[in-house]
């Protein structure tokens, strides 16, 4: 546990935090000549952005200024441009990769280039349809909803260890938990409402996993405000508090993994549809491996995070009892 | 089962039947819930979905003021600690899960048979499985209200403390539930639609009770 104090680990832990924050938010989100042609013709976008790979044999003369390139699935296409200016002074060469918008125009059956929005991306992630930008919550909003189930598992295990071996320590452990998990249950709740407003329309419907983190709040909530409200020896509360955590550990798989599988929902994984969640049909929907890194890495860092809060918290709990004694 | 759950049983019932607190007070929150139901909605066809609500919303709560005084009661008496020399917590746990369970079964009963009376549109079509879901769900608040109740024994605000700590955790148990209802209330063969929720009814009764029955002992000692 010292480890989690050290100032090493600290500077670490918050360097790497900016570091995937900023590669979550600024990694372009990037489609295919596919996806250019689907967003115009349905109307949903004039032009989105997409990774293109320069071929050699660009400015050639088609009739104007042309490139031909190369998209993430191979696609070989010629792209209009402006100018021959416009490729040379964003420093695109010929073999290099770029991001820019790409417009189809159906009438002529070609694709015009856009503004370059980056040169040789350091990585890209796949353009969800449907979701586009929306999609970076993932990043945000999945390992929040992660690192809180765990940090209510933890707790209810220090709260199982404090029932066997009776050492403060283990309660106040247990309580730290529960708060940072209360914490990340919240974070997980504003992130997914602030994405709920914007991609089905409300902050707020209702749909399985809302009821069931709305509940997980209530629960953990219901668990300090039994504590605050037990008038006992420190050492009995802590033991009458353990067991209300254990016995509401009991419906938190229910929550979190059983209803919102079953019961038909917005979220992934629903009504017994497929789930990149976790993948259990025999046609797994696959996520876009950058995206599905990414999302490994923050969960990674959530969890660090939610340790050194964890011990935060308790070492307040513990100077706290020290000076009510 | 051992006998001193059984003599647990027997007292409660006793008490029970001399004062008929619990009772009253439980038939008396039914019958305000079905009343407030029927004048809030005159004359309007009630959908299957609303009724079921209605239905475990009158037993949850009704559960709750007639299971709490489990071991308020003894607390307030004085006679808990007699209680604890006389039994084993193991039989304690037993004969007041027992209580619990035939309270609660019998105020399911009496909700059945209002809702019944008083609501044309509450027809069910499916008796087995409308009666197999009550009795599992009569099953899961009965044992969590037992060991919440030993919990709220011991803290401040015994009174409205009991549903802010069992509605949190029964949820699973309440979502199930008035799922499978609505259900049994809709179609005549209905087992391919309540299936996964009978199997967490289930489990969660099984894993609920289980657990309490562990950390029963761990609350009742001093």
């Known amino acids: ?325 | 089962m051992p006998s001193t759950a059984t003599a647990l049983l027997r007292k409660d019932f006793t008490i029970e039947f001399r004062t008929r607190f619990g009772v009253s007070a439980v038939v008396m929150f039914l019958l305000v819930t079905v009343a407030v139901i029927a004048f809030s909605t005159p004359g309007e066809q009630l959908s299957s979905s609303i009724l079921s609500a209605f239905f475990w919303i009158a037993l949850f709560f009704g559960g709750m003021t007639g299971l709490a005084r489990s071991f308020i009661a003894e607390e307030e008496r004085g006679t808990a600690f007699l209680l604890r020399v006389y039994a084993p917590s193991d039989s304690i746990f037993i004969g007041k899960f027992l209580f619990n369970l035939a309270m609660m079964l019998s105020l399911a009963l009496v909700s059945v048979l209002a809702f019944l009376f008083f609501f044309r549109d509450f027809a069910v079509k499916d008796w087995p499985m409308f009666l197999l879901q009550l009795v599992l769900g009569a099953t899961g608040i009965a044992s969590v209200s037992t060991i919440l109740s030993a919990i709220i024994g011991r803290a401040v605000q015994k009174g409205a403390l009991l549903p802010v700590l069992a509605l949190p955790v029964l949820m699973p148990l309440v979502i199930a539930t008035t799922d499978a209802t609505r259900i049994t209330l809709e179609v005549a063969n209905s087992w391919d639609g309540i299936r996964e929720n009978i199997l967490i009814l289930l489990s969660f009764d099984v894993a609920i009770t289980l657990v309490s029955y562990v950390l029963f002992d761990v609350i009742w000692k001093d």
């Open chain 1, 1 to 325: 546990m010292k480890i989690i104090r050290s100032y090493p680990f600290l500077f670490f832990l918050a360097a790497a935090m900016t570091v995937a924050v900023y590669f979550s938010l600024a990694t372009p989100v990037v489609g295919n000549f596919g996806d250019v042609v689907t967003f115009k013709m349905n109307g949903t976008a004039n032009s989105i952005p997409v990774l293109l790979k320069l071929d050699r044999s660009a400015f050639d003369t088609l009739g104007g200024p042309h490139i031909i390139a190369t998209d993430r699935y191979g696609t070989r296409q010629v792209v209009r441009i402006a100018s021959k200016s416009q490729i040379e002074e964003a420093g695109v060469k010929p073999g290099s990769s770029f991001v820019a918008q790409v417009e189809y125009i159906p009438a002529e059956r070609t694709y015009v280039l856009g503004p370059i929005e980056r040169v040789d991306p350091v990585m890209t992630f796949d353009f969800i349809p449907g979701l586009g930008e929306l999609g970076r919550n993932m990043l945000f909003h999945v390992p929040m909803s992660m690192t809180a189930f765990l940090a209510f598992l933890i707790g209810t295990i220090y709260s199982i260890l404090y029932l066997i071996k009776k050492r403060p320590g283990y309660d106040r452990s247990a309580r730290a938990a529960s708060a940072a998990g209360l914490l990340f249950t919240l974070l997980a709740t504003i992130t997914g409402s602030i994405w709920a407003r914007f991609s089905w329309g409300t902050f707020w419907n209702w749909d399985p996993r809302e009821v069931s983190i709305f509940v997980l709040l209530l629960i953990y909530v219901a668990y300090f405000i039994l504590r605050s409200l037990l008038e006992e020896s420190e050492e009995k509360k802590a033991r009458i508090a353990a067991v209300y955590n254990i016995v509401a550990f009991v419906s938190v798989p229910f929550l979190m993994f059983v209803i919102p599988r079953i019961k038909q929902s917005l979220h992934p994984g629903g009504g017994g549809g497929e789930a990149p969640i976790i993948n259990t049909s025999s046609t797994p929907v696959h996520t876009d491996p950058a995206l599905l890194n990414m999302h490994w890495i923050m969960v990674l860092l959530f969890v660090l995070l939610f340790l050194w809060m964890k011990d935060l918290f308790a070492r307040v709990l513990a100077m706290e009892e020290t000076t009510e004694n």
